[in-house]
């Protein structure tokens, strides 16, 4: 697979994913601070998030380590932000269970960061998709 079929067929995947998660979490701002909660008392859930997690940003850094200067190079800081923050939440899951304890009660923030994953949604799905 050639390093442009590769960037094209992960921001297939990526970009609705990104879609859907900034999407749902601006839906459900409001309640996200009880989400969060209930997250915060079940470090077993974020570390089995985290071997999902790990396992998807490994699978994107082994096809996709290109470092070229043109929007691939969110692909490949996409798969290394994934790798290395679902090995956090394997090694770590009970300090980042306490860690969370508060996120989600800073509605504005929460926002900003749903727009962002929106934003980035959108831009992966579109050169994912478009011609």
Not at 1 to 20: R, V
């Amino acid at each position: 697979m050639s390093n442009a079929t590769a960037s094209k067929s992960i921001a297939a995947f990526a970009g609705p994913t990104l879609l859907a998660l900034g999407a749902s979490t601006l839906l459900n701002l409001g309640r996200l601070p009880s989400l969060v909660e209930q997250v915060a008392r079940e470090p077993a859930l974020i570390m089995v998030s985290g071997m999902l997690l790990f396992v998807a940003g490994l699978a994107i850094v082994r096809v996709h380590h290109h470092w070229r200067r043109d929007w691939s190079i969110l692909v490949t800081l996409l798969g290394w932000l994934a790798l290395l923050g679902g090995l956090a939440r394997i090694l770590v899951p009970f300090q980042l269970a306490d860690a969370m304890v508060g996120l989600g009660d800073q509605p504005l923030v929460d926002a900003c960061a749903a727009i962002l994953v929106l934003v980035v949604g959108v831009f992966l799905s579109y050169k994912g998709y478009a011609g």
